[in-house]
């Protein structure tokens, strides 16, 4: 089995999802490449992302969505409430997962 990670950001307003990427391996170079993916699609509705305190959000990363005018705001330690709208998204992903996949084992 391989664990897959993928970055997405949701519009709030309209609870629109838009996958940024996903790879088996996300080192700083992929996340940078996010941060510029987001900076050019979302340029004129990007003005704030919330993302938790996860390493691969480096500086280097945050450096080029703060370049971009996009305010970078870290939910506090141990605080998934802090950033509900992602957690429930994952949380539905997780459970439509579950109800589609037969394990064959």
């Not at 629109?16 to 996903?22: D, E, L, P």
């Not at 996010?34 to 050019?40: A, E, N, P, S």
């Not at 141990?78 to 589609?100: G, H, L, M, T």
Request: aromatic share 6%; proline share 5%; with cysteine.
């Amino acid at each position: 089995m391989v664990t897959v990670y993928t970055v997405f950001v949701i519009h709030l307003a309209s609870r629109r999802v838009q996958i940024m990427g996903s790879t088996a391996h996300p080192d700083e170079a992929f996340m940078r490449q996010v941060g510029r993916t987001l900076t050019m699609a979302d340029a004129e509705t990007c003005r704030v992302l919330i993302c938790d305190r996860d390493a691969k959000w480096s500086r280097p990363v945050r450096d080029v969505l703060q370049e971009a005018g996009i305010r970078i705001v870290q939910t506090p330690y141990r605080a998934p409430n802090a950033n509900a709208y992602a957690e429930r998204f994952v949380q539905s992903i997780k459970e439509e997962c579950v109800d589609r996949i037969i394990p064959l084992r």
